[in-house]
């Protein structure tokens, strides 16, 4: 499992702890930035969402490249997105994502980020 990115359920949240697959248990730091994410997760949702959520400035452009430059040249170092009422997922905006936040971490070792998912059963999974 990625350094950067934890999944993890809200049954586990209210256990506080998440399991990174190494033994150890590693909980939610208190500074993570909560970003909501309602019924629909693309591109379009998530980047108003994130910019929402982490105050991104008014020239953000709600593009992948201004993403990463807002989550690179600020202070944010950990996300939690949740996902516990999203029904639908368009895999390929959440993957980009997700890489995104996969090399901007080995770059800069930020941000990390908490995937919340509402269930355990990750074969319901409304990613598609």
């Known amino acids: 499992m990625s350094e950067a990115i934890y999944y993890v359920t ?3 949240i209210e256990q506080s702890y998440v399991d990174n ?16 994410i309602g019924n629909i997760l693309n591109k379009d949702t998530l980047l108003a969402n994130l910019a929402k959520a982490c105050d991104f400035p008014s020239w953000f452009g709600h ?8 989550l690179t040249d600020s202070d944010i170092e950990y996300l939690a ?5 999203t029904n ?3 895999s390929e905006d959440f993957n980009v994502f997700k ?21 355990d059963d990750f ?4 990613i598609r």
């Open 10 to 12: 809200r049954n586990r």
């Open 21 to 36: 697959s190494s033994g150890f248990f590693v909980a939610i730091p208190e500074q993570a930035i909560p970003v909501p």
């Open 63 to 70: 593009n992948w490249d201004a993403t990463w430059d807002c």
């Open 81 to 85: 997105l949740d996902l516990t009422l």
């Open 88 to 90: 639908d997922i368009n």
């Open 99 to 119: 890489n995104l936040v996969e090399d901007a971490f080995k770059e800069f070792g930020k941000p990390q980020l908490w995937i919340i998912m509402a269930s």
């Open 123 to 126: 074969t319901q999974s409304p």
